[in-house]
């Protein structure tokens, strides 16, 4: 668990890292970055690894708020869908545009931060089919590990500027077509009308 007072610093240190589009993390540039908070971060952190690594750990924490608030137990669909475009509007604190570089620089904690990110979604996607299997909202007879890969896959992609410029493509549509899609080729005819109702319930809002 981060301590709430390191928090603030470590937004501040992730705002500045993505302004400079720079993964040096040192207290030799720190030092010279205007404000930064570097005398109070130092008894949290002594080298930029450890920096790097309560960066990764802040943002999967920041996950697993979002995970854990929004998936209730309640109807499957629901659920989903509300964590999704939760996970989607937070998806700048959770997934920056610095790990690519985080993972040249820094490959072991890159790779072990990434698992548990993974790990955590896949684990809450497995338990909504469980759930929606069990409500009638979804069929049986697919891979739940298949279906929660695909998950992660299309949730990282749809932020992908390279394939998904904002200019062309609307995130409401990039969202309705790709997890729509997914949610279709699982549910059965009473979680698709309930799937569609609630469609058309975000669209008016």
């Known amino acids: 668990m981060i301590h709430a007072q390191l928090r603030p610093i470590l937004d501040f240190t ?12 040192s207290y030799e540039l720190l030092a010279h970055i205007p404000e930064f908070p570097l005398r109070k971060l130092k008894p949290h952190a ?35 869908l509300q964590a999704s475009q939760e996970i989607a509007k937070e998806f700048d604190n959770i997934f920056p545009s610095l790990l690519p570089q985080i993972k040249q620089k820094y490959p072991m904690l890159y790779h072990d931060q990434f698992q548990k990110r ?9 338990y909504n089919l469980d759930q929606g299997i069990a409500q009638g909202l979804y069929r049986s007879d697919f891979s739940s590990e298949l279906i929660s890969r695909l998950y992660l896959s299309r949730l990282i992609d749809i932020h992908n500027q390279e394939y998904f410029p904002s200019a062309s493509f609307s995130f409401d549509v990039l969202f309705n077509q790709m997890f729509g899609n997914l949610i279709r080729s699982i549910a059965t005819p009473k979680g698709l009308a309930h799937f569609e109702e609630q469609l058309s319930l975000y669209s008016q809002q």
């Not at 705002?15 to 040096?24: F, V």
């Not at 790990?119 to 497995?126: E, G, N, V, W």
């Open 14 to 25: 992730r705002h500045k890292a993505l302004e400079m589009n720079n993964i040096d993390l």
């Open 46 to 80: 002594k080298t930029a690894d450890e920096l790097v690594e309560l960066l990764l750990e802040y943002e999967l924490e920041n996950i697993r708020v979002i995970v854990d608030k929004e998936f209730k137990d309640e109807n499957a669909i629901d659920d989903i």
């Open 118 to 126: 993974i790990d955590l979604i896949s684990k809450k996607i497995r």
